[in-house]
């Protein structure tokens, strides 16, 4: 299924009652969203730039689909610290923020939506078709030099790939597929899972709690089979461990995170299913896919292709798509076919968030009385939950919970060290540099300590 | 807070259910702390241990294990629940099976 070169695209490709969220207790069709996008855009104020900051699926979705019809871009960004925010003031000037939580404080123009929507008059509104070239969506994500990185999204690129992933995942019109996601909408994953799917193919979205594996239980019951549950590696093993008993699954999606084959094939054997695993950076969105527990190889989508790059990476192409670079080490086999080598080395990823070694560095090392200091993530970072990063500071002066409080509000919660160690010199070599083998000796005493 | 005349003292060291949970925190999330030296009032994320949402996930399995009883996420808030030491070993004590 590939998209035709149109120049339009429709907001919602959905017949008006087709049901395109699923909260505890309601559902929404597709005509409730265009109702009530229509009723938001008229409220939403003036600024060419809104940051997405809603929770609720359905709600996050609303303000997507008015700000589309508006001609506003999306900004989507895991950091929704003030100082990220006033950041994004800073570059785009006329900006504003909307959240479902009262408990957001947002530096912004800010408007706050309840959750429960006024009932509207469904399918009144028209489904306008946008421009496959409108810039809908901004994802932020750390660069590599830790300052924040957008990437642009235009509505034909994630149409074309919704349909792309829809014909992967077996999404078919006769039996529209519940997702139940457990990943956030405004990470790049999440929205192209459990947002943008439902809009493009024959989905439905989840939009209640999802986070506890009670709450995977119960959500999976309370939707029709065919059942998709959207997560993580982490909350997949969560899952397994917490050995409860789950519906009828009829896939399993992993992404954020490398799955191990072990785990994939353990809960394919628990739940009867098939775990699948999707790959994807935040600039390129998700390009292949495997059946981890029995494929090496990564698939890339109907219509994504790629060739050898630089550096051991690769250069992406798709439908609608401005070609783009994968700083991940692969090894093509041929254009639709590749193998994952290693992951590009700066990059720590942790709960689905992604930083930059050397960005969080160049943070610690401006902290006040900091000498130097270095970030080092333990090598199983992906595999054990209670792995966190570690940071070693020469700081004769400051105390290592000092050195924490300066860190705290500058760099994403989950990237806060778990230990600030002071030393009196890091074992840097005579040009400067931390050689891998010297850090690595550095996190070693810790092994012998638990 | 309001205590009972009779109270001798506010609750200020760590109760016995709370030095167990402590024990918990510490060896679950391989806390580079001492169980005894958490402040039973003080926060657990963020400040405080500076706990994040991956330690729930982890805390959430630990906890049905040791008292058989769930986490959910419509549980009053769970803000609440995981706001202190304090709060979670009440929360404990209350749907605890075990």
């Known amino acids: 299924m590939t998209l035709p070169q149109a120049a339009l695209v429709p907001l919602v490709a959905r017949a008006p009652a087709d049901v395109v969220f699923r909260a505890p207790g309601r559902i929404f069709t597709a005509a409730d969203l265009l109702s009530e996008a229509h009723r938001l855009a008229q409220t939403l104020p003036d600024a060419s730039h809104v940051v997405n900051l809603c929770h609720d699926r359905w709600r996050f979705t609303t303000v997507l689909a008015a700000t589309a019809l508006r001609g506003q871009t999306c900004l989507l960004t895991s950091d929704v610290s003030p100082e990220q925010l006033r950041a994004l003031a800073d570059r785009f000037g006329s900006i504003c923020s909307v959240a479902d939580d009262p408990a957001v404080a947002s530096p912004l123009r800010h408007l706050h939506l309840d959750l429960a929507a006024p009932g509207g008059r469904p399918g009144a509104e028209p489904n306008p078709e946008l421009p496959t070239d409108r810039l809908v969506a901004i994802v932020f994500t750390s660069g590599s030099t830790g300052e924040p990185v957008g990437s642009r999204k235009t509505w034909g690129e994630l149409a074309a790939r919704s349909a792309a992933a829809a014909s992967r995942f077996g999404l078919l019109p006769g039996a529209p597929a519940s997702i139940v996601g457990t990943v956030p909408p405004r990470h790049m994953y999440g929205f192209e899972t459990t947002i943008l799917l439902p809009l493009h193919a024959p989905a439905c979205s989840w939009c209640g709690p999802s986070f506890y594996p009670s709450d995977i239980r119960a959500a999976l019951a309370s939707v029709p089979a065919p059942r998709v549950l959207v997560t993580t590696p982490l909350q997949l093993r969560a899952l397994l461990r917490a050995d409860i008993h789950l519906p009828p699954l009829a896939q399993i999606i992993s992404a954020t995170a490398p799955l191990d084959a072990a785990t994939a094939l353990a809960a394919e054997r628990r739940w009867e299913t098939q775990v699948w695993e999707i790959f994807g950076a935040t600039e390129l969105g998700s390009i292949a896919s495997r059946r981890t527990a029995t494929d090496a190889d990564w698939i890339t989508y109907d219509g994504v292709r790629m060739a050898p790059g630089d550096a051991g990476g690769a250069v992406v192409t798709a439908p609608l798509a401005e070609p783009g670079a994968l700083s991940d080490v692969v090894e093509v086999l041929d254009p639709a076919r590749f193998r994952l080598v290693g992951r590009a080395d700066d990059v720590v990823k942790l709960g689905g968030r992604r930083a930059s070694l050397s960005g969080l560095n160049r943070i610690l090392t401006g902290i006040a009385g900091v000498a130097d200091g270095v970030f080092l993530a333990p090598e199983d970072l992906d595999e054990r939950p209670t792995a966190r990063l570690q940071a070693f500071v020469v700081a004769p002066e400051r105390s290592a919970e000092e050195i924490l409080a300066d860190l705290r509000g500058r760099i994403d919660a989950v990237f806060l060290p778990r230990r600030v160690v002071r030393i009196d010199a890091l074992p840097r070599n005579e040009i400067g540099k931390l050689p891998r083998q010297a850090l690595r000796a550095m996190l070693a005493p810790d092994a012998d300590e638990t | ?98």
């Open chain 2, 1 to 98: 807070m309001t205590y009972k005349p009779n109270d001798p003292e506010p609750l200020t060291g760590q109760q016995p259910l709370e030095q167990e949970v402590a024990r918990l925190l510490v060896e679950v999330l391989q806390l580079d702390v001492d169980a005894e030296s958490i402040v039973p009032e003080e926060p657990l994320f963020n400040k405080g241990l500076g706990l994040d949402s991956i330690d729930a996930l982890e805390l959430a399995l630990a906890i049905s294990r040791s008292y058989g009883f769930e986490l959910k996420s419509d549980d009053e808030r769970n803000g609440q629940i995981f706001a202190s030491l304090r709060s979670l070993a009440r929360h404990i004590e209350i749907h605890r099976t075990r």
